[in-house]
């Protein structure tokens, strides 16, 4: 055998295998190309699907009867309403005005059946088509069960196994992604701010004056003829310094301008000689006197000239200027003349201004005018230069000041010192703080004295410093001078809270043998909502909505409410006091630390809305379910707009949680019924007075009658062994969240009020309370009383709610209804009317607050803790609070709904209710 026969059957092999391969390259790019194709169709049908709803116009209504059809398009149109609907204008229709009957249900039956009557004769569109209806539904129907077709098709779903093999490869998988945003939860904090006051102080008042020109050489002079007016003199003033039998006598004077800017006017204004005279301006004859020149010398007179020259062109520059007067005597003689210059003093003042010794001295000066200091405090100058007119000659630019050139000195017009005062002297006691004025209020009658050094206080200095940021200030004083002797700040001391959110992105992957399954050839654009932060906040709201309503009596005597006056959400008006200047002598608006804080009270709420949700799902005959709704719901038949309120919130979270609760018959089943009434009870109860005290557990709870919690916030021997009763006794009963407010804020007054003063009122140390769970608004502040015009007593004002949620929601909502908070002085704090409800955009309402302190209290989930959190058996089994089991019931544990949906869908024939239901419809089966 050769080398080469050695290896035939490999080659041949080889061969075959090439050859296969070849063909497959070959076929490769056209089953790519086909499957291409079909997704491209895909892609291109989802597109086209895309903008013909892009594309797509609402018909609008005009209001007059007739609809425009793709309004704004080529293919607009219109159509009348009464093609569609015939008998909408006709006087014989059935048609009534059906907007009296809302919440009257026997009158809409009654209307029911009169339309019933009226369309079963009446000749009309509406009355056909209503027979047609009817007489239809009367008609026999098929029984399809038997049906040819619909048993092809139960024979593909009874052998569906080799179909379902075609679809098998899809799985779906989500992706969750934790998210986070910043929200700032306030902490809004106010402080006194007042003006520091010294003792004593000096005002210094500097002025300095450029010369207006100066004297250089030669016969002559300078002196002042008023303000703003000076006078020069070319030669020398006198009578008959001179003899000669005929001479000529020359004066020549010369003088520097420096300020030409400030000289509005120069006129040669005198001339006196004896016996004729010249005068020349840089060697120019400017005036010959009236005596002539020349002729005899001796004319035995003295001549007073008064020209009125104007020569102001010789000033309108800078340096030397040469004045020259020649007079021709014979005898004895004089000869000389006055140039008056005018011009504005304001362009030669450099520097005219005061300053104090102090950086609060002007304070001093403004509490002496305004009359808030003591006996003796005084204002006085004590370097005055002007004379009794009221004006003095600077001794270096020889202009006359006068007290209207001279800026006004930093003291009232009325202490008397004048501008030209040089230097002011300030001394006076002024307190602020009014020690010693007395008053009296529910408290007793107090009297400020100066504060201890324990006394609490809050300074905007010290907000400052720990990083606080300042929001507003309001000035409640302002006297004469202008000064706002009170201002009260407002300042942010809370801190920006991450709030988790987990974005959930699901995608389907389908790898069979059958294109375009799952997301392969489109893309699905999912609207669901992902943000289990806003369901939240949203079940929040409608859960504290039943428990937050408030309706006033339509009969009192009756017991009837008002249904037109129901609110949510109502508030009540506080204030408190803070009385003395920045010692804040007495400060009752102070909020202590140490109280239990907001945590604990947002524990409540949750624990009572859960409860709340659990109780009522019980049986209506139920009595712990009739005690509680005494407490929960004052008004019982808010009727269908309260139910529709609530359905827009149950339709945003009824994806997120289930029913909380067994069913009564459940229970039942399971001997459970009495335990879990009793058991429940107790044991909410035991852990309101174990966690909030004595004073909380007794305003919800009682025993018989009697207290259900003793001093130390244990169950009574009573309550032990009878068991314990919503309400009864000296519980408190009304409004549910009301009752939690008060009933918490009566254990936190215990703790704050061994730290705020003795002086302030019992309503103060709950408004101090309830200002720490973050369930007030800040409306502002007022002067409840002054002293000499200076408010010493002032009232913070707000309006406090029943939860954080129940305060933000009305500073969310109100603005939409035009609604407001009132004054400091008149605080509006009602809540929002159920009637109103429906008028509310909640797109537009933020709740990022609520979620901020939910994150910031730890009650709201975050991707650590959510699979302990939210996961069933948490949260509806034997990890929620109603699990009787956790009272020591005899019970395996509480399942959680899944478990329990699943046993109650156990032997469901699900077909046969569906054909049941079926035959109802018809007509054909029970009714």
């Known amino acids: 055998?050769?080398?080469?026969?050695?290896?035939?059957?490999?080659?041949?092999?080889?061969q075959t295998l090439s050859g296969i391969l070849c063909v497959t390259l070959a076929w490769t790019p056209f089953g790519v190309s086909w499957a291409d194709a079909i997704q491209a169709a895909g892609q291109q049908g989802q597109q086209t699907g895309q903008q013909i709803l892009g594309g797509f116009h609402f018909p609008l209504d005009n209001g007059s009867g007739v609809m425009t059809l793709n309004p704004g398009s080529t293919q607009e149109s219109t159509l009348s309403i009464g093609t569609l609907f015939p008998d909408a204008n006709t006087t014989n229709s059935t048609t009534a005005n059906i907007t009296s009957l809302y919440g009257n249900n026997p009158g809409t039956i009654a209307a029911g059946l009169d339309a019933q009557t009226s369309l079963n004769t009446e000749s009309s569109a509406t009355g056909n088509a209503y027979r047609t209806l009817v007489n239809n539904a009367h008609q026999s129907h098929p029984d399809l069960q038997n049906d040819?077709?619909?048993?092809?098709?139960?024979?593909?779903?009874?052998?569906?196994?080799?179909?379902?093999?075609?679809?098998?490869?899809?799985?779906?998988?989500?992706?969750?992604?934790?998210?986070?945003?910043?929200?700032?939860?306030?902490?809004?904090?106010?402080?006194?701010?007042?003006?520091?006051?010294?003792?004593?102080?000096?005002?210094?008042?500097?002025?300095?004056?450029?010369?207006?020109?100066?004297?250089?050489?030669?016969?002559?002079?300078?002196?002042?003829?008023?303000?703003?007016?000076?006078?020069?003199?070319?030669?020398?003033?006198?009578?008959?310094?001179?003899?000669?039998?005929?001479?000529?006598f020359t004066w020549q004077v010369t003088y520097n301008v420096i300020h030409p800017e400030a000289i509005t006017s120069a006129t040669l204004e005198m001339v006196e000689f004896d016996d004729h005279a010249r005068v020349y301006y840089g060697g120019n004859l400017i005036y010959t006197g009236s005596s002539g020149w020349g002729g005899s010398c001796e004319l035995s007179k003295s001549w007073v000239d008064h020209p009125n020259t104007d020569v102001t062109y010789a000033f309108n520059s800078t340096g030397n200027k040469v004045f020259r007067q020649d007079t021709m005597v014979g005898g004895n003689g004089e000869g000389y003349s006055r140039i008056r210059l005018r011009y504005d003093v304001s362009k030669l003042i450099s520097q005219d201004q005061w300053s104090w010794s102090g950086p609060n001295c002007q304070n001093l000066a403004n509490a002496i005018t305004d009359g808030i200091c003591q006996a003796g405090s005084q204002l006085s100058c004590t370097n005055d230069p002007a004379n009794n007119t009221g004006c003095y000659v600077d001794p270096t630019s020889q202009v006359?000041?006068?007290?209207?050139?001279?800026?006004?000195?930093?003291?009232?017009?009325?202490?008397?010192?004048?501008?030209?005062?040089?230097?002011?002297?300030?001394?006076?006691?002024?307190?602020?703080?009014?020690?010693?004025?007395?008053?009296?209020?529910?408290a007793g009658t107090h009297c400020l004295q100066p504060p201890s050094g324990n006394t609490p206080t809050t300074r905007c200095s010290t907000l400052e410093s720990r990083g606080c940021a300042f929001i507003k200030s309001q000035c409640l004083d302002v006297l004469g001078s202008g000064t706002c002797w009170d201002s009260v700040d407002t300042y942010d001391c809370g801190q920006s809270v991450a709030i988790p959110?987990?974005?959930?992105?699901?995608?389907?992957?389908?790898?069979?043998?059958?294109?375009?399954?799952?997301?392969?050839?489109?893309?699905?654009?999912?609207?669901?909502?992902?943000d289990f932060s806003k369901a939240v906040a949203l079940l929040n709201t409608a859960q504290q909505m039943a428990m937050d309503l408030s309706c006033d009596y339509a009969n009192a005597d009756l017991q009837q409410k008002d249904p037109t006056s129901c609110q949510v959400f109502k508030g009540k008006d506080a204030s408190c006091k803070m009385v003395g200047g920045t010692l804040n002598l007495v400060d009752c608006c102070e909020t202590p630390s140490g109280a239990m804080g907001l945590g604990k009270y947002i524990d409540l709420l949750l624990a009572t809305s859960q409860m709340d949700n659990a109780i009522m799902t019980m049986d209506s005959t139920s009595a712990i379910r009739g005690a509680w709704e005494t407490l929960r719901t004052p008004f019982s038949m808010a009727g269908d707009a309260w139910n529709g309120v609530q359905n827009s919130f149950a339709s945003g979270v009824n994806d997120l949680v289930g029913s909380d609760l067994l069913s009564v018959s459940d229970i039942a089943e399971q001997g459970l019924l009495d335990a879990l009434k009793t058991e429940l009870t107790?044991?909410?109860?035991?852990?309101?007075?174990?966690?909030?005290?004595?004073?909380?557990?007794?305003?919800?709870?009682?025993?018989?009658?009697?207290?259900?919690?003793?001093?130390?916030?244990?169950?009574?021997?009573?309550?032990?062994?009878?068991?314990?009763?919503?309400?009864?006794?000296?519980?408190?009963?009304?409004?549910?969240?009301?009752?939690?407010?008060?009933?918490?804020?009566?254990?936190?007054?215990?703790?704050?009020?061994?730290?705020?003063?003795?002086s302030c009122e019992?309503?103060?140390?709950?408004?101090?309370?309830?200002?720490?769970?973050?369930?007030?608004?800040?409306?502002?502040?007022?002067?409840?009383?002054k002293v000499a015009g200076v408010c010493w007593e002032r009232e913070e004002s707000y309006c406090c709610y029943n939860s954080p949620l129940a305060r933000i929601l009305n500073e969310q909502i109100k603005p939409q209804l035009g609604m407001d908070f009132g004054t400091p002085e008149n605080p509006s704090c009602s809540g929002i009317k159920v009637s109103d409800l429906y008028r509310v955009d909640w797109t537009q309402v933020n709740l990022d607050e609520w979620l901020g302190i939910l994150a910031q209290t730890g009650h709201l989930p975050t991707d650590a803790n959510a699979a302990s959190m939210l996961n069933l058996d948490q949260l509806t089994g034997s990890g929620s609070r109603l699990n009787p089991q956790k009272y020591g019931a005899a019970s395996s544990g509480r399942q959680d709904t899944l478990t329990r949906t699943q046993g109650r869908m156990t032997d469901l024939n699900v077909p046969t209710v569906?054909?049941?239901?079926e035959l109802e419809g018809w007509g054909m089966g029970p009714q």
């Open 1 to 14: 055998m050769g080398f080469r026969a050695l290896f035939d059957p490999q080659c041949r092999f080889v």
């Open 148 to 248: 040819a077709v619909w048993n092809a098709g139960d024979q593909v779903f009874a052998h569906f196994t080799p179909w379902a093999q075609s679809f098998s490869d899809c799985t779906t998988v989500t992706t969750q992604t934790a998210t986070s945003h910043a929200v700032q939860v306030p902490d809004y904090q106010l402080c006194l701010r007042q003006p520091t006051i010294p003792s004593s102080c000096t005002a210094t008042h500097q002025v300095q004056v450029e010369p207006l020109l100066t004297y250089v050489s030669g016969n002559g002079g300078i002196s002042s003829c008023g303000p703003g007016c000076m006078d020069l003199y070319v030669g020398v003033v006198g009578d008959n310094y001179w003899s000669a039998g005929c001479s000529v």
């Open 400 to 442: 006359l000041m006068c007290g209207s050139d001279l800026s006004q000195a930093p003291v009232a017009s009325s202490t008397g010192i004048r501008n030209t005062c040089m230097s002011v002297s300030a001394s006076g006691q002024c307190d602020l703080s009014a020690t010693g004025q007395c008053w009296t209020d529910t």
């Open 501 to 530: 959110g987990i974005q959930s992105s699901t995608q389907q992957q389908c790898a069979g043998p059958i294109r375009c399954m799952g997301e392969d050839c489109v893309t699905v654009n999912r609207t669901q909502s992902q």
């Open 682 to 758: 107790n044991s909410v109860a035991e852990w309101i007075g174990s966690t909030f005290g004595e004073a909380a557990g007794n305003a919800l709870f009682s025993a018989g009658g009697q207290a259900a919690f003793d001093s130390a916030g244990n169950l009574t021997p009573a309550a032990q062994s009878g068991g314990v009763e919503l309400g009864g006794g000296a519980a408190v009963a009304g409004e549910m969240l009301s009752t939690l407010m008060g009933a918490y804020t009566v254990v936190m007054i215990i703790i704050m009020i061994i730290q705020m003063v003795y």
């Open 762 to 785: 019992q309503s103060e140390y709950e408004l101090a309370a309830k200002k720490q769970l973050k369930v007030c608004k800040d409306l502002g502040t007022f002067c409840k009383s």
């Open 914 to 917: 569906k054909r049941q239901s």
